[in-house]
Antibody, heavy 118, light 108 residues
Framework: EVQLVESGGGLVQPGGSLRLSCVAS????????MHWVRQVPGKGLAWVSR????????SYADSVRGRFIISRDKDTNSLYLQMNSLRADDTGVYFC???????????WGRGALVTVSS | EIAITQSPATLSVSPGERATLSCRAS??????VAWYRQKPGQAPRLLIY???TRATGITSRFSGSGSGTDFTLAISSLQSDDFGLYYC??????????FGQGTKVEIK
């Protein structure tokens, strides 16, 4: 199973930006997808964004579209989430995860905490 | 957009007993359902995918069933490590992943 490690979380003021990273322990199949999922403390899970391994297809949840950008770097086996115009309701733990081409989930990272507060 | 309802919200079970968790989707999703267990401070752990296929390393005490709109996760002979929060997930629809609100399995 691929190991995923997130980094880049922290405290940021409303309106600010933050970039999350996720590094995979091994090469991921070219037909797979990588996802970001967030969890508000004490609450449930919500899908945020996905990108295919070639980096040619991306999609976003309505709540983050236009503010967040997902990207891949195949040379470093990394996934990124650039988060702009952050709001208090973006606060949560952000998990990096993988799936196959039919969206069957596979591996998950341990998460990175993002806190948006003044 | 698909809506998922998990029931019950909390399930109190004695060690050694069987637990049955339910997940209902707002429309027909075939067998595109996964189940997870999450413990505090940890990532969700995949238990079941394809409604009934156990993930790698998952004991046969976990079994999934259902298709269409109604799905069940059964845990036989509960052990201390089984207690936690269980999520149902629908995949390969829009959004690509949708999660239920969770069922907490606690020690009775």
């Amino acid at each position: 199973e691929v190991q995923l490690v997130e980094s880049g979380g922290g405290l940021v003021q409303p309106g600010g930006s933050l970039r999350l990273s996720c590094v995979a322990s091994e090469l991921i199949s070219s037909t797979s997808w990588m996802h970001w999922v967030r969890q508000v403390p004490g609450k449930g899970l919500a899908w945020v964004s996905r990108v295919n391994i070639p980096g040619t297809s991306r999609s976003y949840a309505d709540s983050v579209r236009g503010r967040f950008i997902i990207s891949r770097d195949k040379d470093t086996n990394s996934l990124y989430l650039q988060m702009n115009s952050l709001r208090a309701d973006d606060t949560g733990v952000y998990f990096c995860a993988t799936s196959d081409a039919t969206m069957v989930p596979d591996s998950w990272g341990r998460g990175a905490l993002v806190t948006v507060s003044s | 957009e698909i809506a998922i309802t998990q029931s019950p919200a909390t399930l109190s079970v004695s060690p050694g007993e069987r637990a049955t968790l339910s997940c209902r989707a707002s429309e027909n999703i075939g067998s595109n359902v996964a189940w997870y267990r999450q413990k505090p401070g940890q990532a969700p752990r995949l238990l079941i995918y394809g409604a009934s296929t156990r993930a790698t390393g998952i004991t046969s005490r976990f079994s999934g069933s259902g298709s269409g709109t109604d799905f069940t996760l059964a845990i036989s002979s509960l052990q201390s490590d089984d207690f936690g929060l269980y999520y149902c997930q629908v995949y390969n629809h829009w959004p690509p992943w949708t999660f239920g609100q969770g069922t907490k399995v606690e020690i009775k």
